[in-house]
């Protein structure tokens, strides 16, 4: 079983800037991807981001050039940065480790998902 746990999210204002962060425990994740998503209102949960053990990173259209993924094996964590915000990406963003190696951008291709942590953009 592996336990993750986001923090970071908040009310911020458009343009601004805003770091997640997920933290793993129990069993170890570092050689599976970790990807982030969000779920706004009424909608499906949307690929954000993903991260390869190794650092290769893949970014959904809506959020390349101003998001920025990364991950720290040692400390069992992976990051988000969302800058330039906007109020579209106001959403509960969830982190999740992959069954895979590689980064999936389908919900179902990941086995442990964060209860998720609430962002908001006001215009």
């Known amino acids: 079983q592996v336990q993750l746990v986001e923090s970071g999210g908040g009310l911020v204002q458009a343009g601004g800037s805003l770091r997640l962060s997920c933290t793993a425990s129990g069993r170890t994740f570092s050689t599976n991807a970790m990807g982030w998503f969000r779920q706004a209102p009424g909608k499906e949960r949307d690929f954000v981001a993903g991260i390869t053990w190794d650092g290769a990173r893949t970014y959904a259209e809506s959020v390349k050039g101003r998001c920025t993924i990364s991950r720290d094996n040692a400390k069992n964590t992976v990051y988000l940065r969302l800058n330039s915000l906007e109020p579209e990406d106001t959403a509960v963003y969830y982190c999740?480790?992959?069954?895979?190696?590689?980064?999936?951008?389908?919900?179902?291709?990941?086995?442990?998902w964060g209860q998720g942590t609430q962002v908001t953009v006001s215009s």
């Open positions: 999740a480790a992959s069954r895979r190696v590689e980064v999936s951008i389908t919900p179902p291709t990941y086995a442990y």
